[in-house]
C-alpha cells in the first residue's frame, strides 16, 4: 500500500505542475516510431543537410506526430524553392508521406494515399492498424549456420485525439548453434531455441505533453553506431516516461523497471532494479541543440526523491545517502556547415571535483564523437559518418556488487550496459559509406575496429580504489570489422537484406593467442 501511495502521489503532483506550466500543443498521434524503422536514417540525412535545424533533439523514439511535423517543414522548404533534394530524397520524401498520411491528414495534408496494411479502420478521431509479418534471418560462418525464423504483429492506434496504444510482439525460433545468440537475456531464462518478445504501452497527451506507460525502448544522445548516455537495449525495460515542450526547451523523464540477474559466483537474483532519468534539450538556434541529462539507477525500493522528474539527483544522493549510480551527460549537435552534423558527448559516472579523472578508478568516463557529411563533394545520394567512442574502465559498473548479496546498482539491464554497447575499458572506430541507390535499394560499405581491455572492462567488475587505472589495460582485444551490404525494399514492409562480414580478431576474450 506504501508503494501504490507514493507512487499516486508523485504522479499526481507531477502531472498538476505540468499543466500549470505548459502550454504546448502536441500533435495528434502519440504513437512512437520503432527505432528500426527506415525514416530515421532518412531523418539524419535531412538533418546533415541543414533542413531540420529546429528538429535536432536526439530524445528517441520519435512519435510518429512529431515526424509528420518534419515532413510539413520539409515540405514547405522545398515548396518556398529554399532548399535543394536529390531526386532519390524527393522519392524518399514522397514514401514517407504514404507512411504517415494519417497524421499529415490531421495537419491538413489530405489525399495522401496511404501505404494499406493488413487492417487498416478509423472513425473520426479513432484509428486501428493491423500487421501480420514474417521474418527469415541467416547467418552463415565456417564454423556454423543459424537460421531464425520470426513471427511479428503489430498492433497500433488511435483510441481518442489525447490516447493512443501500441503492441508489437514477435516469436522467434532458432535452428543451428549450441546457445542463444540474442543479446541482453540470460540463457537461463531463455526457452531456447524459442524465444517471445513484446513492447506494448499506452500514451496519454494533452496541451501539457503526454504520459507513457508500458514496455518501450529509449535512446538518449547522439550516435550513428551507439550511444555513451541511455541506449536501447535488448530486450526493452517497462517504463513510465513523460515528455514536454516549452518554447525551444524539450524535457523527457522517465522511470524505469530494470532486471539485473547477478554472477553465478553470488547465487543472487535481485529482480528490483530502478533507473530515474531526465533529459533537457534546448534548441536556442536552428542548427544547434545542447543537451544535459542525468540517470540514475538503485535497487531494493522506490524512492519519491528520485521519482521527482525535476530534482537533481546529486542533490537527491546527497541527502538518501549513496545508495545507487548517479551518472550524468552533456552533448551538442551542430549542423550549421553545409550538409555536415557534428555531435558530441560526454558521460560521467560518479563523477568527482577534486580528483583527476585519469587516474582515479571509480572516477568514471565516456566521450563520443562524430561527423555525418551528406553528399560529400556534391556526389548525390552518398551519406559518410565518422564516429569514435571511448569509455574508461570500470565505467558503468559500481561499488554495490562487493556487498554480501550484492546491491543490482551497475548501469546496465540483465547483461548489457545501458550505455554504449562497447561496455568499460573499450574505444570504437567506426566509419560507413552509404549509397541510397533509389527510393527502394540502398547499400553500405563499412570498417569497424572495437578494443577491449581487460582490466576494469568487466560490468561485474569494480575497482580497487587504490590503485590508478590505465585505459586498455591489461590483454588487449581487437577485432577489425569489414561489413558490406545491400537492403532492398520489394514494396512497402517487404524487404530483402543480405551482407558480408568479414572479422579478424586478436586475443579474442583477453586470452593470450
Known sequence: ML????????????????????????????????????????????????????????????SRGKVSEMIIHTLRLLEDGKIHLTDV????????????????????????????????????????????????????????????????????????KNVSFYNYSKASYEIGGEQPIWAGLDPRYVRYPWRGLSDSYIVFGGPWGDIQVGKDTVIWGPGYHG????????????????????????FTSLSGFLRDDLTKEYRSDVPKKYLSAHRFEITPYPGICIAWQEAYVYAE?????????????????????????????????????PNTKLYSALFLDDFHTDISPFKYPGFGWAILNGIMVADPFGIENIDVILEYARVEPWTYTHKGTRQNPPIPTAYKHFNEPLGHWIGPNADDLFTQIGYQINKSLRGNVSYNRIRNGEIGGNMYDVADY?????????????????????????????EISTNYKHIRTKNKQNEET
Open 3 to 62: 508503494f501504490n501511495i507514493k507512487w499516486f502521489f508523485i504522479s499526481l503532483s507531477t502531472i498538476v505542475i505540468l499543466l500549470t506550466i505548459s502550454s504546448q500543443t502536441f500533435p495528434t498521434s502519440l504513437v512512437n516510431v520503432p527505432l528500426d524503422h527506415w525514416s530515421y536514417k532518412f531523418i539524419e540525412r535531412l538533418q546533415a543537410k541543414g533542413i531540420l535545424g529546429e528538429f535536432l533533439n536526439e530524445s528517441k523514439p520519435y
Open 89 to 160: 530524397d524527393i522519392d524518399l520524401l514522397e514514401e514517407m508521406k504514404k507512411e504517415f498520411a494519417q497524421e499529415l491528414a490531421g495537419h491538413g495534408q489530405l489525399g495522401i494515399q496511404g501505404h494499406k496494411h493488413t487492417i487498416d479502420w478509423s472513425s473520426g478521431e479513432k484509428a486501428i492498424i493491423f500487421r501480420l509479418g514474417f521474418a527469415q534471418d541467416g547467418s552463415f560462418s565456417k564454423s556454423d549456420i543459424i537460421l531464425t525464423s520470426t513471427l511479428n504483429t503489430t498492433f497500433y492506434g488511435d483510441i481518442s
Open 227 to 250: 550511444v555513451i548516455g541511455l541506449a536501447g537495449v535488448d530486450p526493452t525495460f517497462s517504463l513510465i516516461r513523460f515528455r514536454t515542450q516549452v518554447w525551444k526547451l524539450n
Open 301 to 337: 525500493e522506490l524512492h519519491i526523491e528520485l521519482l521527482n522528474p525535476i530534482m537533481p539527483y546529486q542533490m537527491a544522493e546527497d541527502y538518501l545517502g549513496d545508495i545507487g549510480n548517479n551518472t550524468m551527460e552533456g552533448d551538442i549537435v551542430i549542423t550549421l556547415i
Open 466 to 494: 587504490n590503485d590508478e587505472k590505465k585505459f586498455l589495460e591489461g590483454i588487449v582485444e581487437v577485432q577489425n570489422i569489414f561489413d558490406t551490404g545491400l537492403k532492398y525494399i520489394v514494396f512497402d514492409k517487404f
